[in-house]
Each structure stands twice: as C-alpha cells, then as structure tokens.
C-alpha cells in the first residue's frame, strides 16, 4: 500500500529553493516515505511530541518530518537540506498555530 502524502506550505516553499535535480532528489525520497512511513531505525527515526509522534526521514541530503495522520494520508510538516533540523519548540508552535 502506498500512503497519500499532504505536503504543508512550509515544505512547498522549502520544495521551491530547489534546483530541479534536488528537487527530482527529493521527490524520490517523498516516494520513499509514501511506500513504507514506519520507522526503520536507520533513515527513520521517531520525534515523539505527544500527542502525535513524528518520524525523521534522513538520507544525507535531506531531512524531513512527517506523521501518519490516518490510515491513508502522511502529513509532512518540515523540510530541510542535510542533518539540521528545527527544535522540538518550533514543530510546537507550528502545531499550536494550525500549520502542521
């Protein structure tokens, strides 16, 4: 089964700095989630803030946060070029504020 993915306007902006072969790289790794979202240990790896749990994908090029939002539907809330990733405070706020 391959999940339904939900990109927020953060991550689209995010997708829009790209140059056109970062971005195929990318959207590889966007398909990569979509195939098999749960946690393997190795380029996922759980960010637990009750009450949702969301998984760090990392690959060397990209970081990228996402949850299961359904049984269907992954909602991928952050995005950024190599290990950096914003604090826990930050994906907080964003969910407090309705943009995650």
């Given amino acids: ?34 195939a098999d979202p749960h946690i393997d240990g190795h380029y996922k790896t759980s960010l637990p803030r009750p009450p949702v749990v969301y998984t760090v994908y990392y690959d060397g090029a990209f970081s990228i946060v996402f949850h299961l939002h359904s049984a269907e539907l ?15 405070s930050e994906f907080e706020r964003r969910r407090r504020n309705g943009s995650i």
Wanted: hydrophobic share 45%; aromatic share 10%; charged share 20%.
């Fill in 1 to 34: 089964m391959t999940f339904k993915l939900k990109v927020t306007s953060t991550v689209r902006a995010f997708v829009a700095t790209l140059s056109s072969e970062e971005r195929g790289d990318f959207f590889r790794c966007l398909d990569l989630i979509a």
């Fill in 74 to 88: 992954i909602c991928v809330t952050a995005a950024c070029r190599g290990p950096y990733l914003p604090p826990p």
